[in-house]
């Protein structure tokens, strides 16, 4: 069973930035497994924010972030980031990271099923 821990949340300021850990179990092999980046804030659904392939060859981002959010790998560490620059308050969310096994360079479809999940971080984005 992989398990997937997401760290680096907190408060931050209007334009500010934070960046997100998601880091999977000892002995697990991430670098078989897309990785992607999900949200969920009060009262809404669940929304893809971004995905990497298994490699961090490919990358996409949904609409709200791009330009704003950069996701990033380090298999070595079994670590996925996401560095979010200029927050504003609707990017306030409970933030998830899920995987996926696809050992093949390919991206994954934020639609698609992500069958393993960690418990999330929180990002407030506030004055």
């Known amino acids: 069973q992989l398990q997937l821990v997401e760290s680096g949340g907190g408060l931050v300021q209007p334009g500010g930035s934070l960046r997100l850990s998601c880091e999977a179990a000892?002995?697990?092999?991430?670098?078989?497994?897309?990785v992607g980046w999900f949200r969920q804030a009060p009262g809404k659904e669940r929304e893809g924010v971004s995905s990497?392939?298994?490699?961090?060859?490919?990358?996409l981002y949904a609409d709200s972030v791009k330009g704003r959010f950069t996701i990033s790998r380090d298999n070595a560490k079994r670590t996925v980031y996401l560095q979010m620059n200029s927050l504003s308050p609707e990017d306030t969310a409970v933030y998830y990271c899920?995987?996926?096994?696809?050992?093949?360079?390919?991206?994954?479809?934020?639609?698609?099923?992500?069958?393993?999940w960690g418990l999330g971080t929180q990002v407030t984005v506030s004055s």
């Open positions: 990497i392939s298994s490699t961090g060859g490919s990358t």
């Open positions: 000892s002995g697990f092999q991430l670098p078989y497994y897309a």
């Open positions: 899920a995987a996926v096994f696809e050992p093949f360079e390919k991206i994954t479809q934020l639609s698609a099923e992500w069958p393993y």
